[in-house]
């Protein structure tokens, strides 16, 4: 779509070398067009900075667990992405 290398495109989407802007423009303009999004977790792994919160909570009915959501959603509004799990299974079989 863009006719450049992938080193160049990597160079854009990440923002880590000069690139002339006539590619940049037409790399910007393929990736709209394709739909382009980048997989975070992919992204997080190679640089080993996933700014990924991982959550395990014992049941999401009880009057605490809200709560406790309501803020890891805060983290994820500045760019934290959230992992979330329910235990109520995990808890149960504990408790026999």
Do not use: W
């Given at each position: 779509?863009?006719?450049?290398?992938?080193?160049?495109?990597?160079?854009?989407?990440?923002d880590s070398?000069?690139?002339r802007?006539?590619?940049?423009k037409?790399?910007?303009?393929?990736?709209?067009?394709?739909?382009?999004?980048?997989?975070?977790?992919?992204?997080?792994?190679?640089?080993?900075?996933?700014?990924?919160t991982?959550?395990?909570?014992?049941?999401?009915?009880?009057?605490?667990?809200?709560?406790?959501?309501r803020g890891a959603?805060?983290?994820?509004?500045?760019?934290?992405?959230?992992?979330?799990?329910?235990?109520?299974?995990?808890?149960?079989?504990?408790r026999?």
């Open positions: 779509m863009a006719r450049v290398a992938i080193g160049t495109v990597s160079h854009v989407l990440n070398a000069s690139v802007e006539p590619i940049r037409r790399v910007l303009d393929a990736v709209q067009a394709a739909r382009y999004q980048p997989n975070q977790l992919a992204r997080g792994l190679r640089r080993d900075k996933a700014n990924m991982g959550m395990i909570i014992p049941d999401v009915t009880n009057c605490f667990s809200p709560a406790v959501v959603e805060d983290m994820a509004f500045f760019g934290m992405a959230i992992v979330l799990s329910c235990a109520i299974r995990i808890m149960t079989i504990l026999s």
